[in-house]
């Protein structure tokens, strides 16, 4: 029951942030600017860490939930659990946000999705989509290894986190829309399918492997935390 009750948690925080944080791409980009959007993601976490947090811990990242397996704060069967929940927290969300927009009588071609080369932010190359992926999420999930480190921490670390997703976004949303998770991703995807879907390899795997990075590295600044 209590695993249950954890994935459920993923559920609901990762369908929170597509919908708050796709959808405020989606709809009020233009209004917003790339600092709105990012704070819509960045607050969309600060709210769910101390909501979800105390239940399941707030992962609602696939790459994140990697983490937390890989140094042994999750179990294998947990780690199935979350990505599961995660996944389908994102593609409810992205459900929901295609038929907001679908409800106004026009074409839905935003879900806030990620991409790259011409016609979407900077025009950035697959390769360069790829190395920035890698680097944010690097960013993203060394901050967390470091506030979460110390349990004194406890009361700012959802702010913390949070503020670290709002920075991360501010720089990769004209690159790529910023993934640094494979869920947040592929719910948009999945919904609006073509180029979308076919460069969903980059926001799947430049996460997982900048979340990885960010665990070697903590591990070799951090000898005794690690």
């Known amino acids: 029951m209590k695993s249950f009750q954890k994935y459920v948690a993923e559920f609901i925080g990762t369908f929170v942030l597509v919908l708050f944080g796709c959808g405020s791409a989606a709809t009020a980009g233009g209004e917003l600017g790339y600092l709105g959007i990012a704070m819509a993601f960045g607050l969309s976490i600060v709210a769910l860490v101390y909501t979800i947090g105390p239940i399941s811990g707030c992962h609602v ?17 947990d780690f199935f659990g979350y990505v599961v929940a995660q996944v389908a927290g994102a593609v409810a969300g992205s459900a929901l946000l295609y038929a907001i927009i679908d409800s106004t009588g026009k074409a839905v071609t935003n879900l806030g999705q990620n991409g790259f080369s011409d016609g979407y932010g900077i025009g950035i190359t697959a390769l360069m989509a790829f190395v920035v992926e890698i680097v944010l999420t690097f960013v993203f999930v060394y901050a967390i290894l470091g506030v979460t480190s110390e349990p004194g921490n406890s009361r700012v670390a959802g702010l913390v986190i949070g503020l670290t997703l709002a920075f991360v976004h501010i720089l ?14 592929f719910g948009p995807a999945i919904l609006l399918g073509g180029e979308a879907w076919n460069e969903l390899w980059v926001f799947v795997t430049a996460p997982f492997l900048g979340a990885l990075l960010a665990v070697a590295v903590y591990r070799l600044l951090n000898v005794r935390k690690a």
């Open 172 to 185: 990769g949303i004209g690159l790529t829309g910023t993934s640094v998770n494979p869920a947040r991703s």
């Open 61 to 77: 990242n696939p790459a994140v939930s990697l983490v937390m397996l890989v140094t042994r704060k999750l179990s294998a069967k």
